[in-house]
């Protein structure tokens, strides 16, 4: 039932900022972890970060301590991914996913949204 639609990417230079939304629709966020996950061509899938159902704790990969901003507010039932200081190895698709909990498997994700960091 739960929908997840991500926005919000596009071409930024190196250094740059951009804020990803993942908007849910047909359920609520309320009960779900949330993360975001990138794949690049010829590259695994890379877990970026996670937030608990309540927000009450959250992770991010090593690659993106630091840089990366993950938040939410169930009131508008939306997650977001503050990235700032955008590297070329940052290009990916990004993908918003549900997770039965933070560290735990993937229960589904979104059709994704492209991020090129390229001068």
């Known amino acids: 039932q739960l929908q997840l639609v991500e926005s919000g990417g596009g071409l930024v230079q190196p250094g740059g900022s951009l804020r990803l939304s993942c908007a849910a629709s047909?359920?609520?966020?309320?009960?779900?972890?949330i993360g975001w996950f990138r794949q690049a061509p010829g590259k695994e899938r890379e877990g970026v970060s996670c937030?608990?159902?309540?927000?009450?704790?959250?992770k991010y990969a090593d690659s993106v301590k630091g840089r990366f901003a993950i938040s939410r507010d169930n009131a508008k039932n939306t997650v977001y991914l503050q990235m700032n200081s955008l590297k070329p190895e940052d290009t990916a698709v990004y993908y918003c996913a549900r997770y039965y909990y933070c560290s735990g498997p993937l229960a589904s994700w979104g059709r994704g949204t492209q991020v090129t960091v390229s001068s």
């Open positions: 047909g359920s609520t966020l309320d009960y779900y972890a």
């Open positions: 937030i608990s159902a309540n927000g009450g704790s959250t």
